[in-house]
């Protein structure tokens, strides 16, 4: 089974075979006392129901507030920007560092996640896991890219790799040498995806019509109403196949180092979107007769072409417009799109697979688009590619580079709101947060800062949530210095 992990900032820890994977002051009371008492028996008897009456009281009234001192001697108090210790800090607030022992071929991981929405759309996890039981463990790492909410994303962090790990296990295990088909591995992760699916959108069906406490609908339709990418990877070491499987645009790149010692960036999977003309074509062929169902990249509004949840664009224009007006849902589409015959959307991924070669050093990029909206996929290998040589015994360190006083209105005369190769800095222990500094600006500490001053719902027009998973393969550099 695995189990998400946690870990703060540069600690570093080995990943076991066996272990796969939150006063106010109190004032004062008067009794008023009687100077004028009949006799010792009225006496008595007030002081009785006062008693009881000052004891009914303290039980059923707050406490009395507390005095505010005035500070009209004093500036305000505004937070500043964030020092360049505080940028550190926040950039690897999530960060956590594996080494893998007893897996062939694995070394190392290292994750980051960054957030810009509150909450975080974005959620990940990782670890070992074994599709056979008394089988060799695998290394799985996901991560999910929400949207419309949280809610999803944190439904697959949970759910997936479990998912995923039970359909394989419906598969005969291999035996006497021989290996699994590829075609059958690709089959059992993509039913597992689907099924997934469908299960998040007959619980919010069945929930409709149950007898359940509202709040236990609502809470039903939660993960049906928002939507989420995932990507996922599986290294299985037996095989030395990598498995990658990908619904949504969040995107796998493997850098591998070439016999000249230059690295190549080579794509394990393709964002799906409206962009994709193969996503189109697959839409068109699917929904004969529908024109214009991708436009500007879009596909009828959506960002991406496959997504688990999304129910908008699952459902029929009569059920979401019920299950809105009962539940407070999203509601249906704009009128200016048809909605003739849906599903639009699928969970079911693309599938790849590659056989790692033995003592060829290479690692693997996972990410949310939040990074690949900055980095070009040969960026992104020569980002780590650097940050691996920099560990390197005799390696030097950088000197700081100067900038001009920076505004965000500079990028729209000429500063380059992306990666730039010069604004590269090599700072951190981490290579997901490495790659995560650099993709937000590198060595220009202003532009970070600044990115990381922004709070929500400004925050979005500067930056996305952003996680990142590196695995690396066969690369002696890649072990922690101890």
């Not at 008492?37 to 008897?45: D, E, L, M, Q, T």
């Not at 997934?196 to 919010?204: C, Y």
């Not at 996503?279 to 169902?293: K, W």
């Not at 599903?343 to 991924?349: F, N, Q, R, V």
Request: charged share 20%; net charge neutral.
């Amino acid at each position: 089974m695995l189990r998400t992990l946690r870990v703060r900032p540069r600690l570093v820890r080995a990943v076991q075979a066996q272990a796969p994977h939150r006063r106010f002051m109190k004032g004062s009371q008067s009794t008023p006392a009687s100077s004028n008492v009949g006799n010792a028996a009225g006496y008595v008897s007030t002081a009785i129901a006062i008693a009881v009456i000052g004891a009914w009281w303290s039980l059923v009234t707050p406490d009395l507030a507390p005095r505010l001192e005035s500070r009209q001697d004093q500036r305000p108090l505004v937070e500043s920007d964030p020092s360049k210790a505080e940028v550190t800090r926040i950039l690897s607030q999530e960060a956590y560092s594996f080494i893998v022992q007893n897996v062939a071929g694995v070394e190392r991981y290292d994750g980051a996640q960054l957030a810009s929405n509150s909450p975080c759309e974005d959620r990940f996890t990782h670890g070992l896991v074994s599709p056979w039981h008394n089988g060799s463990p695998w290394v799985a790492l996901a991560l999910f890219d929400g949207h419309a909410g949280w809610q999803t994303a944190d439904f697959l962090e949970k759910n997936l790799i479990p998912s995923v790990r039970h359909s394989l296990g419906q598969i005969k295990p291999p035996s006497n040498g021989q290996v699994t088909p590829e075609r059958t591995i690709h089959g059992a992760i993509m039913k597992a995806f689907v099924d997934l699916d469908n299960s998040i959108m007959k619980t919010a069906e069945d929930a409709s019509e149950s007898d359940q406490p509202l709040q236990e609908k609502v809470r039903g339709f939660a993960p049906a109403f928002a939507g989420s990418c995932a990507l996922m990877s599986l290294y299985d070491p037996t095989t030395s196949r990598l498995h990658v499987a990908c619904t949504g645009d969040s995107r796998a790149v493997l850098g591998q180092q070439n016999l000249d010692g230059k690295w190549e960036a080579v794509p394990l999977s393709t964002d799906q979107t409206g962009w994709n003309e193969a996503e189109v074509a697959r839409l068109n062929a699917e929904h004969p007769g529908e024109e214009d169902l991708a436009q500007d990249g879009r596909v009828l509004g959506l960002a991406v072409s496959r997504a688990f949840g999304d129910g908008r664009w699952k459902w029929s224009s009569g059920a979401m417009e019920s299950f809105s007006r009962r539940f407070c849902g999203p509601g249906v589409l704009p009128s200016k799109y048809s909605i003739q015959t849906p599903p639009y959307i699928t969970a079911e991924p693309v599938v790849t697979t590659t056989t790692m070669k033995s003592g060829r050093p290479s690692f693997l990029i996972l990410a949310t688009d939040g990074m690949w909206n900055r980095l070009s996929n040969q960026q992104a290998v020569d980002l780590v590619a650097a940050w691996l040589d920099s560990r390197s015994p005799g390696a030097g360190t950088e000197e700081p580079t100067a900038y001009p006083p920076f505004d965000f209105g500079a990028f729209r005369e000429g500063v380059s709101p992306g990666f730039v190769k010069e604004r590269t800095v090599i700072q951190d222990d981490n290579a997901a947060v490495h790659l995560m500094r650099n993709s937000l600006g590198g060595n220009h500490s202003e532009m970070v800062a600044g990115r990381l001053a922004l709070t929500p719902p400004y925050s979005r027009n500067r930056r996305d949530d952003i996680t990142i998973q590196v695995v690396f393969f066969n690369s002696a550099t890649a072990q922690v210095h101890r």
